[in-house]
């Protein structure tokens, strides 16, 4: 099965720097890299996807950028704010199918310090 | 939109009882409903998949007569957990996905269970 490693467990950066995120899968056939951000006591929460066919993509201040060859992906938020601070999640799925599930990484808690 | 809604969000109750948690997509269909565990500071694991009228498929280890899913409409799936005990104390949520694989998973606010 799919298996993602995600670096670092926690990052510390100032505001306004940049913060970024790297995740490793082993699914060379996983097609769909989904980001999560999850605050204290809630659900994760869906910040930027990106399927296999596209190799970057940006949402403001948020990027993820994909290497199929090297199979890793990563997370860049530039100009961080406090609220920026949070649990971010990477994750890997092969969408084939309605049983296509997500593979989730270990989680990188971003701390944003004024 | 793709809101998904958990209900109730933290209980406490006795070992032996059953508890039943619900997750409902707000603003669109479900044809897929997820539901994990997350223990502190750690990942999510995936518990179950629940097609809409379908059984749930389990993942491995993971009990299906103690951990009871529901998915009987489109956009309502309940989780009951059964005869609790204190290891069954976690941080459980669910997600929903739009028809289609393709489509992402968004998740609930979780529930936090406290078997006491």
């Not at chain 1, 659900?43 to 596209?54: E, H, K, T, Y």
């Not at chain 1, 970057?56 to 950028?65: G, L, S």
């Not at chain 1, 890997?92 to 990484?105: P, Q, V």
Request: proline letters at 3%; a neutral charge; glycine letters at 6%.
């Amino acid at each position: 099965g799919e298996n993602v490693e995600q670096h670092p467990s926690t990052l510390s950066v100032q505001e306004g720097d940049s913060a970024v995120i790297k995740c490793t899968y082993s699914d060379s056939a996983s097609n769909y890299f989904p980001w999560y951000k999850q605050e204290l006591g809630k659900g994760p929460q869906l910040i930027i996807d990106i399927r296999s066919n596209v190799g970057e993509k940006k949402d403001q201040r948020i990027a993820v950028t994909l290497n199929k060859t090297a199979k890793h992906f990563s997370l860049h938020i530039t100009e961080t704010q406090p609220e920026d601070s949070a649990v971010y999640f990477c994750a890997a799925s092969l969408h084939t199918g309605t049983a296509s599930k997500l593979t989730f990484g270990t989680g990188t808690r971003l701390q944003v310090t004024l | 939109g793709a809101v998904v809604s958990q209900h109730p969000s933290w209980v406490i109750c006795k070992s032996g009882t059953s508890v039943k948690i619900e997750c409902r997509s707000l603003d669109f269909q479900a044809t897929t409903m997820f539901w994990y565990r997350q223990f502190p500071k750690q990942s999510l694991m995936l518990m179950a998949t629940s097609n809409e009228g379908s059984k749930a498929t389990y993942e491995q280890g993971v009990e299906k007569d103690k951990f009871l899913i529901n998915h009987a409409s489109l956009t309502l799936s309940t989780l009951t957990v059964t005869s609790a005990h204190p290891e069954d104390s976690s941080f459980y949520i669910c997600s929903a996905r739009f028809r289609g694989s393709n489509q992402p998973q968004h998740f609930g606010d979780g529930t936090r269970l406290s078997i006491l």
